[in-house]
């Protein structure tokens, strides 16, 4: 094996043309503008509404928010330094929630895609590698759709661009760069004071992103070259110091609070069908493995190892929040196979492009149901037109403007529609039981109960009536001819008929 390089980086070799840069560039170009398009139309399926919830208790009080999903005063993670950020410009500005959620959405791409560009600079300087990165970043997964906030897959980064995750996601390749410059060129408290900052921002805005970048943290730090003296240690753990200093500070909530077995259930399918949605980072691993040879300390085979043995063990313990450090597997092999290609010569030029020659495509077919999100079906071209139907995608969300428009912000509406849990809070109602599991709400199963018991069949009036009035319900959102009190009751009045055969119903009596 030879030696190891002792740079203080990865030496960025000369740019070489192992790739055709223009194609390259503009397939990323592309993907790019597809992506602005998204963060314009922001389409809705998924926690948009838990988002645009938070936004809209921030502006009702910024100091004493209380939960975002129902009324009840207790702390939220999703009160983060960027949310408080969010609102103060909703405030100022005057701006309506869904315009903020958009600027975050070009906001969390911008930082995503600098963010990408700095840290692959730090290991190479092929001028292919940071485009051919973000093909592989956004494609790179398998033959089966994959969706999950903090995953930057096309059809996921599509449908989160709002998402703290996605801003936490920017952040932490940031963080990771500027690790590595620090760390390599020995600089001088402030800077790692400042990467203390940065690490504290990203755990308090999305606490999963922040495993991950604690995780890129140990890597880097374990692969550097020359490794940090003593007083490097010593300005480290400074920064690290202040880091923890901000995070236990924070008043929204408490972050070392957060834990509980219901996150457990709602992450176990991040362990479903790995092969069929992963299949395609194999050429990924494989590259891995070239620079292990090279060296045995090298942070992205360091940060693929560590993500690893943490989803693995999440996956045999039960602990399948653990799943959420995914990002953490995917992103090294496939950041190692777009330097490896970009900087490759001869024979190993020629496979490596064979390869992404091959898979590339076939990771843009598994998510080219995303262009439904933004474009017309007249600006399709006629032959994909015809093939997109056939194409996997993940179905878009109603969005209840028709119910939000009669509901007044603040009241409580009551619910088991699983779309109107999920999106009317966003317009500023609450319901009765949220729609995510919350480990600072000490009531969530009562209300979840309630909200089971009004709608069902056996439930006497009585009962029905108590549940309106202990929660201080003023709208009920029902099926037409489901259970609950029928529309024609003295306690209700039809206020609304919408898609889907739902009524909306105001409570004039208990």
Known sequence: MSAPATTPLARAAPARRALPCAAVRTAALLLTVLLLLMAVRLPWSGD???HGAVLERLRADLLHPGNPLVAEDTPSPYYSPWTVLLALFATATGSPTFHVLRLAALSGLLLFGSGLGAFVRTFTRARAAVPLALLCVLLLYGVRLFAWSGVPALTSLSLTLAYPSTFATGLTLHLWALLRRT?????????????GLLLAAVLLVHQFTGAIALLGVAAVLLGARPRPSRAGWMRLGAGGAVGLAVVLCWPYYSFFALRGSALDAIHRPLYAHLAERFCLLIPGVVALGLRLRRDRRDPLVLLFALALAVFTAGGLSGHHAWGRVLPAVLLPAQLALA???????GRRRRALAVTLAVALPVGAWTQAGA???????????AALGRALPTAQTIALWPRFRW?????????TVLTDDYYALRVLPAYGPYTVAPAYPDVFLPDEKRRRDATRRYFAPA???AGRLGILKEYGVRWVLQ???????????????????GPGGLTLLRVVGR
Do not use: F, I, N
């Open 371 to 381: 262009l439904s999100y933004v474009l017309p079906r007249d600006a399709v071209p």
């Open 339 to 345: 330097v490896e290609t970009a900087e490759a010569t």
């Open 479 to 497: 099926k037409q001819g489901g259970a609950g009190l029928a529309p024609d009751d003295p306690a209700l009045r039809t206020a609304a008929r």
């Open 403 to 411: 119910a939000a428009a009669r509901v007044p912000k603040g009241e």
């Open 459 to 461: 439930t006497p009036r």
């Open 48 to 50: 948009l509404g838990l």
């Open 183 to 195: 760390v390599a060129g020995g600089r001088g408290l402030p800077a790692h004071l400042g990467l």
